[in-house]
Structures are given as structure tokens and as C-alpha cells.
């Protein structure tokens, strides 16, 4: 903590310089060899006896002859720099694979849980750029801002993903085209913006904030050494399950949903509860929707499964029983039945974007 910083620097010389000789021992021409051995050792002498003056000189001297031995040219900047970017992009992909991969919510099947990305219509303007930088960093807020320059009507609206968690609204008129931060299932419900409506010249279209999703990370490890837990929040691909469309874009979507059956349960609705073989659903994430204290409003009967609260529902083997925590608006297992086995992903670990009220560990 106290040792001069000359000190230092020609310590770390030292050691680069006994690394090189030990990487270019066979490719050294013998004079080479001794002469940097040498200058090593003038170095470390000057190093033991603290002999300011020396010490400089020496590293002066070492240094030139490491110099001369390997230059640095820009070519070696650039190969460092890449090799720096390529073990990052391979450590980020195996962390992806195997251990933990980010997941935005989209919809709002898990609210209030877990947000999904939420708009709040509004007629006042954005607020100045500075508050609208904090807020998005802060509480992921970013505002929109659609006004018709003439008579027209919607079209279209058609949804465009960029970099995997930005997704974006291209808005087709009969006379202009508007491109807008924020999902069509966000513009329809919440904005009212929807095709074949009209709209007059300076009539606003969608004006206010958009919430994105709660960013989450999925732990992909536990489960491949420990069973699913019933009450765990998980994720899920959607492949070969009848009900749920494929984009066209990025194939069949994730979903993320609260584990409410494991293979062999005996599952029955009868509004606000749900019962598990028989007796009412235990543990805090289920107790906290069945209480039905707004926001959360208990669990509601199904369509194809647990429609009434009359019939029960036994999961099959390699099957597991995926409801919302936002019952009234989740398309879940009510609808299209079990999630195979095969489809896990892992288990909704931590929301670690925005820094609202959900940042944390998820329950």
C-alpha cells in the first residue's frame, strides 16, 4: 500500500521480463539470453539495495532492450483488444447457455407480481429531457408521441423487434407512417389505438408513458439437478403446444408463469382458491393471489381445463400446470393444458431492471 509507485512498476517489469524469457527461451539467440538475464538481474539488485537512481536506470534499460526484442505496434493494440472483446463474447454466451439468461416480461399474465409492459395514456406534453433520462433508467419510462399531420386512418399495426428486447410499432396510415417505441398489444389496449381508426389533422394518436417489461434473470442450472418446486415462477418455451402461435420472426415465444401442478397433482379452481390434492394451495406466492387483495384479484375458471369448480384436473406424467398470478388476463395451462417437460427453461431468479418496487429476488 506504501511502496513507491517506481517501486512498483519496475517489479512489474521485472516479472514481464522473466515471462517473456521463459515464452521465448528456445527462440533467443544465446547472446539475447544472457543479455536480458543480465538485465534482469541488475534490476532485482537495484531492487534489493533501494538505490532510487539505479532502480531507474536499470528498468530504463530493461524496458529498451524488451522493446526492442517485441515493439508494440498498433497491429498488437488491436489483436489484444480483440482477443479482450472475443473471451467476453464467449464467457456471455456460456453464461447465457448454461447458467443465467436475461427475460423481459411482456405481457402483464403475472402483474402485480411481475410487470409487463404497461402504457399511460396522457394529453399533458413529455416532460423536459433530463427527468425523461432519469426516468428511463430509473423506472425503464420512456415516453410517445404519435400526432396525425393530416385526415387519415389506420391501417395497420405491425410489430418490429430490434436486438431482441426492443420492440417497436410500425403504424401504416392511409397517408403516413408512424414508427413507435412501444408494442401493438400496448397501443390497442392502452392507448385505443386499433386498425380502421380515424383520426383528424393534429388529433393526438398516443401521447403519455410506456413502462417496459420487468427484466428478469432465469436460472437455467437448478434445474437440471433438483425437480421443479410447485410456487416457483418459470419460464418456459412454447414449442408443440396446440394454442400458442409461432412469429413468424422469432419462433415460438417464452413464457414465464407461476408453477401451479407438478406431475400427479390433482388440480380444481373454485374462485379465489385453488386446491392441490385436495386441500387449498400452500405457500406465499399462491396464499398472495388466492387473499384477493387488489391489485390481485384470486384465481378465475378456465376454458379447456378447470373450467368449472365442480371438476379437477390430474397433470400427467412430465407435465406441469403453468397459471398467472393475474388470473382474469393470463392465457395459461386453463387454456392449452400442460407444459411438457422438456420445455423448462429454468426459474425466475431476480428482476434486475427496472429499479421499481419488483427489483429483487422473485417470490
Not at 385453488?274 to 384470486?298: C, D, H, Q, T, W
Amino acid at each position: 500500500m506504501f511502496t513507491p509507485r517506481y517501486i512498483k512498476q519496475s517489479r512489474l517489469l521485472l516479472r514481464h521480463a522473466q515471462k517473456y524469457l521463459r515464452y521465448k527461451n528456445d527462440l533467443l539467440a544465446a547472446s539475447t539470453r544472457e543479455e536480458l538475464a543480465a538485465a534482469t538481474q541488475n534490476l532485482r539488485a537495484a531492487l534489493r539495495k533501494h538505490d532510487h537512481n539505479r532502480i531507474q536506470s536499470q528498468a530504463e534499460a530493461l524496458d529498451e532492450k524488451l522493446h526492442k526484442l517485441a515493439p508494440v505496434t498498433w497491429e498488437s493494440h488491436w489483436r489484444e483488444n480483440c482477443e479482450v472483446i472475443l473471451v467476453a463474447i464467449v464467457v456471455a454466451v456460456g453464461i447465457r447457455s448454461y447458467f443465467l439468461q436475461p427475460f423481459k416480461i411482456p405481457t402483464g399474465s403475472m402483474q402485480p407480481t411481475l410487470n409487463g409492459i404497461i402504457g399511460h395514456p396522457s394529453t399533458a406534453p413529455a416532460p423536459n429531457i433530463l427527468r425523461q433520462i432519469g426516468e428511463f433508467i430509473m423506472l425503464g419510462r420512456n415516453y410517445i408521441d404519435v400526432v396525425s399531420r393530416e385526415d387519415d386512418q389506420v391501417l395497420q399495426i405491425e410489430q418490429k423487434k430490434f436486438l431482441f428486447f426492443f420492440t417497436f410499432s410500425r403504424l401504416t396510415c392511409r397517408h403516413q407512417k408512424f414508427l413507435v417505441y412501444a408494442p401493438p398489444e400496448t397501443l390497442i389496449h392502452d392507448f385505443n389505438v386499433f386498425p380502421e381508426r380515424v383520426c383528424r389533422r393534429n388529433e393526438i394518436i398516443a401521447r403519455g408513458a410506456v413502462d417496459t417489461g420487468d427484466q428478469v434473470f432465469v436460472d437455467k442450472l437448478s434445474y437440471n439437478f433438483v425437480k421443479p418446486h410447485r410456487g416457483d415462477v418459470f419460464v418456459f418455451r412454447t414449442n408443440h403446444i396446440l394454442g400458442i402461435r409461432e412469429d413468424p420472426e422469432t419462433g415460438a415465444p417464452f413464457y414465464i408463469k407461476r408453477l401451479a401442478g407438478l406431475p400427479g397433482d390433482t388440480l380444481r379452481i373454485d374462485p379465489p382458491r385453488l386446491y392441490v390434492n385436495g386441500k387449498i394451495a400452500e405457500g406465499f406466492g399462491f396464499a398472495r393471489v388466492m387473499a384477493a387483495k387488489l391489485p390481485y384479484r384470486g384465481y378465475a375458471l378456465g376454458r379447456d381445463y378447470l373450467a368449472e369448480s365442480t371438476h379437477s384436473f390430474v397433470v400427467p406424467e412430465h407435465g406441469y400446470f403453468a397459471m398467472g398470478d393475474n388470473s382474469y388476463n393470463s392465457y395459461d395451462s386453463r387454456y392449452w393444458g400442460p407444459v411438457p417437460e422438456e420445455n423448462l427453461v429454468g426459474r425466475g431468479l431476480f428482476v434486475y431492471w427496472p429499479f421499481n418496487r419488483h427489483w429483487g429476488l422473485i417470490r
